[in-house]
């Protein structure tokens, strides 16, 4: 099945900053790529999302990159905000066959602290 | 549009006692749902993927007969939690794709806190 690893596990970052997260895949068949925020207690939210026919995405001040070839892909924030601070979760989801049909497979998370 | 409701949001049993939670999406139409489990400062582990009208497929190493998963319509599933122990103690959260956009985004639940005491 895929296996999603991301780095790094802490981040912390001065407020206006850029903060980039990575991840790695396993399974070339993984096609959907989404990035998540989740603050204590809640649940995760979608704050962008990436297919493989795409390289690039963004959306105001967050971006994500993909390298179909390295089976890597990264989140870009920039002029970080306090805001921006909580738990952020890469994933992965194949839609072809086999046991990792349809699941999203996430990745460790990256405690993000942006200090004002 | 597009919103998971989960109840309780939190739950506090005794040891050996039966635990439900409801997993609904309330504008949309779901035919798969998922359950995660996930621990504190821990990533969201998916426990088992509901299908409606169908059983649930578990993943490795979850207990289908300790968690009980019924998706009996296309905006409800449940998972039981059974003779549940300290060590099940746990947040969990269920998520839900559209009927109409099957390969599209999953939608989160706000998960239920379960305290087994």
Redesign the interface.
């Given at each position: 099945g895929e296996n999603v690893e991301q780095h790094p596990s802490t981040l912390s970052v001065q407020e206006g900053d850029s903060a980039v997260i990575k991840c790695t895949y396993s399974d070339s068949a993984s096609n959907?790529f989404?990035w998540y925020k989740q603050e204590l207690?809640?649940?995760?939210?979608?704050i962008i999302?990436i297919r493989s026919n795409v390289g690039e995405k963004k959306d105001q001040r967050i971006a994500v990159t993909l390298n179909k070839t390295a089976k890597h892909f990264s989140l870009h924030i920039t002029e970080t905000q306090p805001e921006d601070s909580a738990v952020y979760?890469c994933a992965g989801r194949s839609?072809a066959g086999g046991t990792s049909y349809?699941?999203?497979?996430?990745?460790?998370?990256t405690?993000l602290t942006v200090h004002p | 549009g597009a919103v998971v409701s989960q109840h309780p949001s939190r739950v506090i049993c005794k040891s050996g006692t039966s635990v439900k939670i409801e997993c609904r999406s309330l504008d949309f139409q779901a035919t798969t749902m998922f359950w995660y489990r996930q621990f504190p400062k821990k990533s969201l582990m998916l426990m088992a993927t509901s299908n409606e009208g169908s059983k649930a497929t578990y993943e490795q190493g979850v207990e289908k007969d300790k968690f009980l998963i019924n998706h009996a319509s296309l905006t409800l599933s449940t998972l039981t939690v059974t003779s549940a122990h300290p060590e099940d103690s746990s947040f969990y959260i269920c998520s839900a794709r559209r009927i109409d956009i099957p390969f599209g985004e999953q939608y989160f639940g706000p998960g239920t806190r379960l305290t087994v005491t």
């Open positions: 959907y989404p207690g809640k649940r995760p939210q979608l999302d979760f839609n349809g699941k999203l497979t996430f990745g460790q998370g405690i | -």
